[in-house]
T-cell receptor, first 110, second 120 residues
Framework: QKEVEQDPGPLSVPEGAIVSLNCTYS??????FMWYRQYSRKGPELLMY????GNKEDGRFTAQVDKSSKYISLFIRDSQPSDSATYLC??????????FGAGTILRVKS | GAVVSQHPSRVICKSGTSVKIECRSL??????MFWYRQFPKQSLMLMAT?????????EQGVEKDKFLINHASLTLSTLTVTSAHPEDSSFYIC????????????????FGSGTRLTVV
């Protein structure tokens, strides 16, 4: 079993839809959680960072962490074609390396 | 915010030659740098972790003599792919981390823009 599981998609949605991206993990020692966006042939760009259970909102993005269920989500409201990218979840323990999910390909159609 | 510059963005080399990729932290001191490899439509695979002034720690299955990592200063790390072969063709990405402080938002991992290596 992988430490972090993420459905690779692709996920296709119409413009304006609410997108839900998810990851599950098995290591209860993970303390912080991140979501990265990666456009084709570019390095990952940090979208959200959180280290506690609950919701964190930043503009159209909401990150949700449920440590009891070992489940994290990223919600994108009012999705735009420019949101089309690969979304990677990542998590880790303080001072240790990050563990990445496989990435979910998102396609927002206009 | 933290910025990491990675060069070159794209390189084509002949089989048997060596290629050096640079990763610089522009506005912070990177105590730790990570090198990743990414195959098409796959996630990031950690190759090695380097701390400034010490030898890199390689992940299992990564040949340290083939992928030479140098982290001589707090702002620069280099990855040299020695005697490159077509199977080394991939997307290489570096990531830099400042001294980590509990509760400090994101001063964790900032990624470079990646280097597309093609070995012909």
């Amino acid at each position: 079993q992988k430490e972090v599981e993420q459905d690779p998609g692709p996920l296709s949605v119409p413009e304006g839809a609410i997108v839900s991206l998810n990851c599950t993990y098995s290591n209860s020692a993970f303390q912080y959680f991140m979501w990265y966006r990666q456009y084709s042939r570019k390095g990952p760009e940090l979208l959200m960072y959180t280290y506690s259970s609950g919701n964190k909102e930043d503009g159209r993005f909401t990150a949700q962490v449920d440590k009891s269920s070992k489940y994290i989500s990223l919600f994108i409201r009012d999705s735009q074609p420019s949101d089309s990218a690969t979304y990677l979840c990542a998590m880790g323990e303080y001072g240790n390396k990050l563990v990445f999910g496989a990435g979910t390909i998102l396609r927002v159609k206009s | 915010g933290a910025v990491v510059s990675q060069h070159p963005s794209r390189v084509i080399c002949k089989s048997g030659t060596s290629v050096k990729i640079e990763c610089r932290s522009l506005d912070f001191q990177a105590t730790t740098m990570f090198w990743y490899r990414q195959f098409p439509k796959q996630s990031l695979m950690l190759m090695a972790t380097s701390n400034e002034g010490s030898k890199a720690t390689y992940e299992q299955g990564v040949e340290k003599d083939k992928f030479l990592i140098n982290h001589a200063s707090l702002t620069l790390s280099t990855l040299t792919v020695t005697s490159a072969h077509p199977e080394d063709s991939s997307f290489y990405i570096c990531s830099a981390r400042a001294r980590f402080r509990v509760g400090q938002p994101n001063y964790g991992y900032t990624f470079g823009s990646g280097t597309r290596l093609t070995v012909v």
